[in-house]
């Protein structure tokens, strides 16, 4: 599956974009160019994106129990070719994570940082229910803004290193 | 320091184990225990391809508190898993299986005519091979 997305219709998923119109009507439009086309992998839904958070759980628990040593975490960090994953996990169980690429450094800041604002923006809101997926709109702004202090961070740090 | 190593074919059977420091047993049969490592291997393959922002990536290697583990995969299905300790670098892991594929696999696995491959590697030579070079990546 794929999504393309062009700077007029936005991403668009099969061959209709939200306003109905045919994508291959777009293409073949010669007032429509000049046309940039990207490809993409289509976004998971919601519920997807809670089915592959319960898979990470229990492959964290897995890694722990199959350690040839005694006394492991569950995973901490795992390497694939194109992107890092990192995660830090509570006292009580629960596990932030964080997709980064090979070159973003202080992830464990980053998630600790993402830890105090849960405490402060969901943990203390009074409307919050335990163990649901969070719904708060001061934890989505202050997330934000701190993952634009990170990549301003980085930017600066690579700029400087350069 | 190097742990252990599995090799699984591309059906799951698991074709060769081997451990050379494990401190802790996992309380299930041998059995058990690789359908719960090649199980895992498969769902972190799937949920790296779900997850990633590329479509055509590949898992490589997780780490722990305590130890790493590597995955190295041939185009035929075949995949080593090396759990190591942290003070060995994901590169150097990545080399140390990927030597261990062209060096003694390739080598004394492939190129031996009795083996058949689908079926667990039930020769001597391999064994002892793979144990020399295991054994001489550890003194470095």
Known sequence: KAVVSTQSTG????????????????????????????????????????????IFHSLFAIAAKISPIEQSSGIKELHTEKFTLRCFQTITGVKFFVIVDQKQTGCEHLLLRIYELYTDYVLKNPFYPIDMPIRCELFDQNLRKVIEQVERATAYNSATLS | MIYNLYIFNSAGDCLYYSEWRRKKQTDMSKDEENKLVYGMLHSLKSFVARISPDTSDSFQSYQTSTYRLSMYETPSGVKFVMNTGLE?????????????????????????????????????????KLEAFINSKMRE
């Open chain 2, 88 to 128: 060995l670098s994901l590169q150097s892991a990545r080399e140390i299986l990927h030597s261990l594929y062209k060096e003694v696999y390739v080598e004394f696995a492939v190129k031996n005519p009795m083996l058949s491959l689908q079926s667990p590697i039930d020769s001597e030579l391999f064994r002892d």
């Open chain 1, 11 to 54: 991403a668009v998923t099969g061959l209709y974009t939200a306003g109905d119109r045919a994508i291959l009507d777009v293409i073949n439009d010669p007032a429509s160019y000049p046309l940039t086309l990207t490809f993409g992998r289509t976004k998971a839904s919601a519920n997807e994106k809670l089915m592959l958070a319960s």
